[in-house]
């Protein structure tokens, strides 16, 4: 497993909103930890996105504290279901999405966010239109930040860690090579994955990458070229 920790792309200005989506997530996360089992449980039900429920064609029991279905496209962004998903989706925003935050400003930065989460929602309901498991987590969101990133900087260099069983090791590599590995497990687990069978929204993750490769040409500086006008580097150094 390859897992990214720091790059080496220096911003002109802080990541306010990056800082911003990462305070919130982690207060959620915070405010779930409060919560007794069962009613963690029915908030996840009532504020995470549920496929069935937001096509309408299941609804949750009356009982539940519930936002309206379009709405758990947004409040599902900041539900996490433990540390590890919380830290790793914080860690790949913090990142990768200060670049993309600095290439397109606070306001575009918001608005491109939302919009990549919405793509990601709505790929995962129509990938399986039946599920009723429902799908939190910043993934999908952050998956078009990966895909913005990958058409800017992909040269950029991003230290990572590599497992290899019990056995870790650190690489400096291109952008392009980490978050292009990144793409192809995503397509991988697509394949492997059983239908309706919940765990990770990997229809989410693909759907949030293409739209925000998709999007990027249209919500980053102008004066911000497209594929970084970087120095080609070999991916060792």
């Known amino acids: ?45 009532g504020f995470g996105m549920i496929p ?69 929602a709505m790929t995962q309901a129509f990938a399986e239109p039946d599920s009723t498991a429902p799908m939190i987590g910043a993934s999908g969101a952050i998956s078009g930040v990966l895909g913005a990133y990958l058409l800017l900087h992909p040269y950029a260099r991003v230290r990572c860690l590599l497992f290899l069983g019990i056995f870790i090791t650190t690489l400096n590599l291109p952008a392009g090579i980490v978050l292009g590995w990144w793409a192809v497990v995503q397509v991988i687990n697509i394949m492997l994955a059983e239908p309706g069978q919940g765990g990770v929204a990997w229809y989410a993750h693909l759907g949030g990458l293409l739209a925000g490769m998709a999007l990027i040409p249209f919500f980053r500086d102008p004066q911000i070229p497209l594929f970084g006008g970087a120095r080609r580097l070999g991916p060792w150094g």
């Open 52 to 120: 069935a429920v937001l096509l309408g064609d299941a609804s949750l029991p009356s009982e539940i504290a519930q936002a309206a279905p379009v709405i758990t496209i947004l409040t599902s962004m900041f539900l996490h279901g433990g540390f590890m998903h919380l830290a790793g989706n914080m860690v790949f925003l913090w990142v990768f999405g200060n670049n993309i935050e600095d290439a397109m400003g606070q306001a575009r930065f918001i608005a491109f966010y939302l919009l990549c989460g919405l793509a990601a």
């Open 1 to 45: 497993m390859l897992f990214p920790y720091r790059d080496e792309n220096p911003t002109r200005h802080a990541a306010v909103v990056t800082i911003a989506i990462i305070a919130a997530c982690s207060l959620v996360f915070l405010y779930q930890l409060t919560l007794p089992p069962r009613a963690e449980e029915a908030f996840v039900l």
